[in-house]
């Protein structure tokens, strides 16, 4: 069986090189790639994509995790082995219903469609990626009807957040929204929140440097990655030892980058953070999107916009731009990086309503999926959802529903439910960090991230994809998922910081 074990490895380690060549490609059409390269990088993207099928549904692998799979049973459930036999047979049979041709098919669309989205979008015109993406809502039909569902959305979810489908979201979704939107409505009822200090000149180079200054001290090893300006931010991973993230800077809008860099290198040190041994197999990545996010979230947010992160870092801001916040003050200046306001971009959006975005989404995609809406229907939908759910209102589509990426570089329905997943996952974990080590918050005020970053490390980042996003929340935590401690997390914060407590 151990020797059976390491040919499965072999075969695990070609597919991981080839997955993150792929990645590597992805990463070069978002950031430097010249526009003339686009046809081709289609096409390399799909060949590749194709390979990458091919390797994991190769019936050697089949053959060996049929062996292998009694054995795997025998083992104690925590043990690498073991983790990798029952993780590498989900993925082979997930693969295994889906024809390499048509894998290779998808990709090569989604990444012709991705480039017209990067001129569409500054152009505000929707009609020059529309038939794009009416075909991109066939393929997301097509995917999901390779497999059983009781939702056509279902095996879309499963990709991403593996276990979640349409029928445990929307009642999840709906008991989130209920709780929101008082809370949204008695924040904002209050006297408005000046923000003017955050919307002056910023020169991008030293917006730059702060950003990679911050991250630095969080934690975020620039051995093992780098940054890069992009359209829409991600992280990518080459191997555990290349993370890399994007951002994208605005002169006139201080935290746009600032907390972008903060997101991404969350979501990059839970990469950096799985153990090497996993390095080469279905093991060495974040273990759902919603996990994955909760990290981007818990260090963007819960950290990053926090009054005892600001007491360290604000008076270096303040040296970094004297005459822009010299005279501005700390309680001015948190109170502004949390301003509440409805506002019309999902990446711009503040803590309370960002899930009201991410919603929208979810319902459209589902609606557009059922067939009960057409793709020409869209722009006008977003625009009526956005002044029904937040009172906000656009004409145009650049920043409606072209403003994300997601729906223009893969299917629609899979990816919008993990960044709301990943916010009541946030206060989940930080609130077991908090249990273990209630000093955190007194280290964070003095710049000090080590005990966070490393109880995220041993309790969640090390283990990478052994276990299932549900498996690794009540071994973090104690209890399974649960919104108590998000709306616990939002009703204090904003309860002090609007005078809603007493």
Not at 32 to 38: R, S, T
Not at 41 to 63: A, F, N, P, S, Y
Not at 441 to 451: A, H, V
Request: proline share 4%; net charge negative.
């Amino acid at each position: 069986m151990k020797e059976k074990l390491e040919e499965l490895k072999r075969h695990l380690a070609e597919v991981y090189d080839l997955e993150n060549v792929t990645s590597l490609l992805y990463w070069d059409q978002s950031t430097y790639m010249p526009k003339g390269g686009a046809a081709a990088r289609g096409r390399q993207l799909g060949t590749m994509e194709k390979l990458v099928h091919e390797k994991m549904t190769d019936l050697q692998i089949g053959r060996l995790l049929e062996e292998l799979t009694p054995y795997g049973e025998s083992l104690e459930y925590d043990s690498d082995e073991a983790a990798l036999i029952r993780v590498t047979r989900r993925k082979y049979e997930r693969a295994a219903k889906v024809p390499a041709a048509f894998m290779a098919e998808m990709s090569n669309h989604f990444a012709d469609t991705y480039q017209v989205w990067t001129e569409a979008r500054p152009a505000d015109n929707f009609a020059k990626v529309e038939p794009f993406l009416e075909k991109t809502l066939d393929y997301s039909r097509r995917l999901a009807e390779y497999f059983p569902y009781n939702h056509i959305a279902d095996p879309l979810i499963g990709y991403s957040d593996e276990g979640m489908t349409v029928s445990t979201l929307r009642p999840l979704f709906q008991d989130l929204r209920e709780q929101l939107v008082p809370l949204v409505k008695a924040v904002t009822d209050r006297a408005d929140v000046e923000n003017t200090c955050l919307r002056q000149t910023f020169p991008e180079k030293e917006q730059w440097q702060f950003g990679m200054d911050v991250i630095r001290q969080l934690g975020y090893d620039f051995d093992r990655g780098r940054q890069d300006k992009t359209h829409h931010p991600f992280m990518t991973k080459f191997s555990l030892g290349d993370v890399r993230i994007t951002t994208r800077v605005k002169e006139n809008q201080l935290e746009e980058a600032l907390l972008s860099t903060i997101h991404e290198a969350g979501h990059a040190m839970y990469e950096q953070g799985i153990q090497m041994e996993l390095e080469g197999t279905p093991l060495a990545s974040g273990t759902s999107s919603g996990v994955h996010e909760s990290q981007s979230r818990l260090w963007e947010n819960i950290v990053g916009r926090s009054r005892g992160f600001w007491e360290h870092f604000y008076p270096k801001l303040q040296e970094v731009f004297p005459e822009q916040l010299g005279a501005v003050s700390l309680d001015a200046f948190h109170r502004a990086v949390n301003k509440v306001e409805p506002s019309l971009i999902r990446t711009d959006a503040d803590e309370l309503t960002y899930n009201l975005h991410v919603m929208i989404r979810f319902d459209l995609e589902l609606a557009l999926l059922e067939g009960k809406m057409a793709v020409k229907d869209l722009p006008e939908a977003w625009r009526e959802r956005y002044k029904a759910d937040l009172g906000v209102f656009d004409p145009g589509d650049k920043n409606g529903v072209l403003q994300d990426v997601h729906w223009f570089a893969g299917t629609i329905g899979g990816s919008f439910q993990g960044y709301t997943l990943g916010n009541i996952l946030s206060a989940q974990f930080y609130d077991a960090a908090l249990r273990a080590h209630p000093e955190i918050p007194d280290q964070i005020r003095k710049g000090e991230f080590s005990t966070l970053h490393g109880w995220l490390k041993e309790n969640l980042y090390r283990h990478g994809s052994k276990y299932t996003a549900m498996e690794i929340t009540k071994r973090a935590t104690g209890s399974p998922l649960t919104i108590q401690p998000y709306i616990a997390y939002l009703k204090n914060k904003f309860g002090e910081l609007c005078g809603l407590n007493g």
